[in-house]
């Protein structure tokens, strides 16, 4: 009977060994969920979330900070004006 015991023990032993393996097994990153976006002022690569997004026609861009945001509206607006100044 002392052995049957030892086999149940040596059993569970192992049970739980296994578990506690199993249970260390480390989730997979997360990170590939979050989507980048290029910053066309700077090329510096943001996160969807912490990028300010601005709108140039139908088209979202996203920035890194307002500054480039604003300074891709500039330059948008300076070739718009040169343009007209070409037509004119
Ligand atoms: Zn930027």
């Not at 510096?44 to 480039?68: M, P």
């Amino acid at each position: 009977m002392r052995i049957l015991i030892w086999l149940i023990l040596a059993y569970v032993g192992f049970k739980i060994v296994k578990g506690y393996l199993a249970g260390r097994v480390e989730p997979a990153p997360t990170r590939e969920e979050t989507e980048t976006h290029q910053d066309p002022v700077c090329g510096v690569f943001v996160a969807a979330d912490d990028a300010v997004i601005g709108r140039v026609g139908d088209k979202r861009i996203h920035f890194c900070s307002i500054d480039c945001l604003e300074k891709y509206r500039e330059s948008l607006t300076e070739s718009n004006q040169s343009k007209s100044q070409e037509a004119t």
